[in-house]
């Protein structure tokens, strides 16, 4: 079904409530709009994951499960629901799933798969052919193709939002495009791309997977380059 594409007051309203302290309570149907506006706005989707994820709490799955489900793009909560989970602590996360089972009932894929942000890119330009060639699975879990972590400012590293194999997908770019770097260059590389932290030590784990390359120097000022094979005469 078709997304209308908001105007410029549902923006500010819904921008209004979602970065005001919550006292009283917000009704699940108040969730809609915005978070179908992140389709158009990737700030939207930001204050929207961000209110979410401190809020879930208050909010019974139920009705948000039937708002959700009366929607025109279902999987769009989806995908939304799955990045809140990083601002869930540990002790948590079992509720969180729980809470984020019932709320997502009934909920599936699109089908077929389809980026997720809407006329932010020229069409068939580099920025769409990276959201296509770089979707992370946390994307494509729910029939969307994109890159984008709605966790911008944090410090923390999150590497469990990127799975090993989209973050070798982004390595093997780095490969082609550089004779030689470092792990610096690759933390630089994922946070440029995805807007996402992970530590040194992962990163590190990542390169040593990687059987075409070779590496030089202590692990702190390690570099790195793309072995060749020698051709056969």
């Known amino acids: 079904m078709k997304i209308s594409v908001p105007n410029q007051n549902h923006l500010i309203e819904d921008y209004s409530r979602l970065q005001s302290d919550l006292k009283k309570e917000i009704q699940p149907a108040e969730l809609i709009r915005p978070g179908l506006n992140s389709h158009f706005d990737p700030r939207m989707m930001e204050i929207w994951v961000q209110f979410v994820g401190k809020n879930w709490q208050k909010l019974n799955p139920v009705p948000f499960n039937q708002e959700i489900l009366k929607s025109p793009d279902p999987a769009t909560f989806g995908l939304l629901l799955n990045q809140c989970e990083l601002f869930v602590g540990p002790a948590k996360k079992k509720l969180y799933k729980a809470w984020t089972a019932t709320a997502l009932a009934g909920v599936g894929p699109n089908q077929p798969v389809r980026l997720y942000f809407i006329g932010l890119n020229s069409f068939a330009g580099k920025e769409m052919q990276k959201d296509r060639d770089l979707a992370l699975s946390l994307f494509l879990k729910w029939g969307y193709l994109g890159r984008e972590i709605a966790v911008h400012n944090t410090q923390k590293a999150i590497p469990a939002v990127l799975k090993k194999a989209d ?13 030689r770097f470092g792990v610096g260059d690759y933390l630089e590389r994922l ?18 997977s990687v059987s075409n390359l070779k590496k030089s120097g202590r692990t702190k000022d390690a570099s790195y380059a793309k072995v060749t094979k020698a051709k056969k005469k």
Do not use: N, Y
């Open 167 to 179: 973050r070798l997908t982004i390595l093997k770019q780095l490969v082609a495009q550089k004779k």
């Open 191 to 208: 946070e440029f791309e995805c807007r996402l932290k992970i530590t040194g030590r992962q990163a590190q784990r990542d390169l040593s």
